[in-house]
Nanobody, 126 residues
């Protein structure tokens, strides 16, 4: 399984970015897929995920109403549209997928058998 994230960069507060994660090496529709992030000096935290058949989306409270996740089966790619970005959104964003990853009882969960991309840096600063 390979996950290649892209789309990060420097953006001013209030701006927008779209992250992409191209997946390969597995049947794309088999698993939920989504995003975590890790800010400097902080623990990794779940941001959003979308179910295997794109039937449901989940978001962390701190991005609800600002971020939108989507997946394109034809392109084996998941996207994260980020609007109204805040300095607190500065982090390395990782895409993740696998048999354990998902959203369960209010939390994003993952396991040892899940795959992670290398991350893309998002910096929100004026």
């Amino acid at each position: 399984v390979q996950l290649q994230a892209s789309g990060g960069g420097l953006v001013q507060p209030g701006g927008s970015l779209r992250l992409s994660c191209a997946a390969s090496g597995f049947t794309f529709d088999d698993y939920a897929i989504g995003w975590f992030r890790q800010a400097p000096g902080k623990e990794r935290e779940g941001v959003s995920c979308i179910s295997s058949k794109a039937g449901s989306e989940r978001y962390a409270d701190f991005v609800k109403g600002r971020f939108t996740i989507s997946r394109d089966t034809a392109k084996n790619t998941v996207y994260l549209e980020m609007n109204s970005l805040e300095p607190e959104d500065t982090a390395v964003y990782y895409c993740v997928t696998g048999p354990t990853f998902g959203y369960y009882r209010g939390s994003f969960v993952y396991g040892n058998n899940d795959a992670w991309g290398r991350g893309t840096l998002v910096t929100v600063s004026s």
